[in-house]
């Protein structure tokens, strides 16, 4: 027994060293990045105009989170982004699992997409604002352009790639339409389904800077474009981390959404 506990020890021990590892590999690289920045900066290499010090930009972001300016600036982009988010999730999903079961409607709809989705949407800055004027509904649409094409061509490649097989299963079940699209194919593309979320959360945030160089008088993009006429590169910097920091939280929300949407599809289907 006690030969046994010695090995289990060892054994937690071995695992708990291989996390620390992981951990260390993990923050590595922006340990890195710091460093060189940090040499840069105490050597002059580069002007501080260009680029300020670390010591700086941590100082200006410690004042904007005290004076409340971050909070306001943040909290306006996130609701932007989350709403024009939602409608490409919501059009994304409903065209991509339509056009992926639809070889006719595939064909009537590839040619329009595939011209479309490379458009930069700051190329759609100009009909936007013709549009739906300078107010906020320009702004949402510019990211639901930036978020609506990774999600739809994700679930259309998954729909594609799992209706082949799923077809006959639902011919033996004599599933109804619903039936099959909701318990078998949505379940059997869900990894595709996912990624292009994650994709499409990531470039609602690109979108964010050209979105707000609409009429903003508060946002993230309008707080880095605004610092960058005033010089203050700091601030610029504060902002790119800033954004950097609530994409990383928003992709770790949706691999944890990943994580438990798939255990129920097992346990869904295995019903």
């Given at each position: 027994m006690i030969k046994?506990?010695?090995?289990?020890?060892?054994?937690?021990?071995?695992?708990s060293e291989v996390k620390i590892v992981n951990k260390l590999q993990y923050i590595s690289l922006p340990l890195l990045i710091l460093v060189v920045w940090k040499v840069l900066s105490?050597?002059?290499?580069?002007?501080?105009?260009a680029l300020?010090?670390?010591?700086?930009?941590?100082?200006?972001?410690?004042?904007?989170?005290l004076n409340g300016q971050l909070a306001k600036h943040v909290g306006i982009s996130i609701l932007r982004v989350l709403e024009g988010y939602s409608l490409a999730v919501v059009l994304g999903i409903v065209l991509g699992v339509a056009i992926g079961l639809s070889r006719s409607l595939n064909r009537i709809t590839d040619f329009t997409i595939q011209l479309l989705r490379p458009i930069p949407?700051?190329?759609?800055?100009?009909?936007?604002?013709?549009?739906f004027g300078v107010e906020e509904e320009s702004?949402?649409?510019l990211i639901f352009?930036?978020?609506?094409f990774p999600i739809l061509l994700n679930v259309?490649?998954?729909?594609?790639?799992?209706?082949?097989?799923?077809?006959?299963?639902?011919?033996?079940?004599?599933a109804s339409l619903w039936r099959f699209i909701f318990r078998l194919v949505i379940p059997g593309a869900l990894p595709s389904i996912m990624t292009g979320l994650r994709i499409g959360i990531g470039s609602a945030w690109l979108c964010v800077v050209a979105a707000e160089l609409i009429a903003a008088d508060r946002g993230i993009g309008y707080m880095i474009m605004d610092a960058r006429q005033l010089l203050q590169t700091d601030l610029v910097i504060?902002?790119?981390?800033?954004?950097?920091?609530?994409?990383?939280?928003?992709?770790?929300l949706l691999k944890q959404l990943e994580f438990v949407l798939i255990r129920w599809k097992v346990n869904y289907q295995g019903d």
């Open positions: 046994i506990a010695r090995v289990a020890e060892k054994h937690r021990s071995q695992i105490d050597l002059q290499v580069i002007n501080p105009v300020p010090s670390p010591e700086k930009v941590a100082e200006s972001f410690y004042t904007m989170i949407p700051i190329a759609w800055i100009p009909l936007a604002i013709i549009w702004k949402i649409f352009l930036g978020g609506f259309t490649d998954g729909i594609r790639q799992t209706e082949q097989k799923l077809v006959e299963v639902s011919k033996v079940l004599e504060v902002g790119m981390i800033t954004i950097g920091l609530i994409g990383k939280i928003m992709d770790t």
